[in-house]
């Protein structure tokens, strides 16, 4: 059975910083694509960040990139989310998610269709 249990949300200030973890089972991790995506109140789902399984390929949301980071550790398999310099758009329910990856470069991984996917984890970013 695949699970990826999210952990690490909570209410912060803007400005401030959070990481979110991720912890993987059920999957060979190191052959998959982790992702991370989120979703806020009346909004669609929107992707954040990926990388594929030799934590290259990153690619980040543009609405986050140069803030957010993306890192696995494969022996650990887990996946993290350090997010800093935070502002109240960030709030949102935060999912983990995996697609099988054979290490291709795409350009545009955040088009790729996840299998897998985590229960979510609240980030609530106060003005």
């Known amino acids: 059975q695949v699970q990826l249990v999210e952990s690490g949300g909570g209410l912060v200030q803007a400005g401030g910083s959070l990481r979110l973890s991720c912890a993987a089972s059920g999957l060979p991790f190191s052959n998959y694509r982790m992702g991370w995506f989120r979703q806020a109140p009346g909004k669609e789902r929107e992707f954040v960040a990926c990388m594929n399984r030799y934590g290259i390929n990153i690619y980040y949301a543009a609405s986050v990139k140069g803030r957010f980071t993306i890192s696995r550790d494969n022996a650990k398999n887990t996946v993290l989310l350090q997010m800093g310099s935070l502002k109240p758009e960030d709030t949102a329910v935060y999912y983990c998610?995996?697609?099988?990856?054979?290490?291709?470069?795409?350009?545009?991984?955040?088009?790729?269709?996840?299998?897998?996917w985590g229960q979510g984890t609240q980030v609530t970013v106060s003005s």
């Open positions: 998610a995996a697609v099988y990856d054979d290490g291709s470069i795409y350009l545009r991984p955040d088009f790729l269709k996840f299998d897998y």
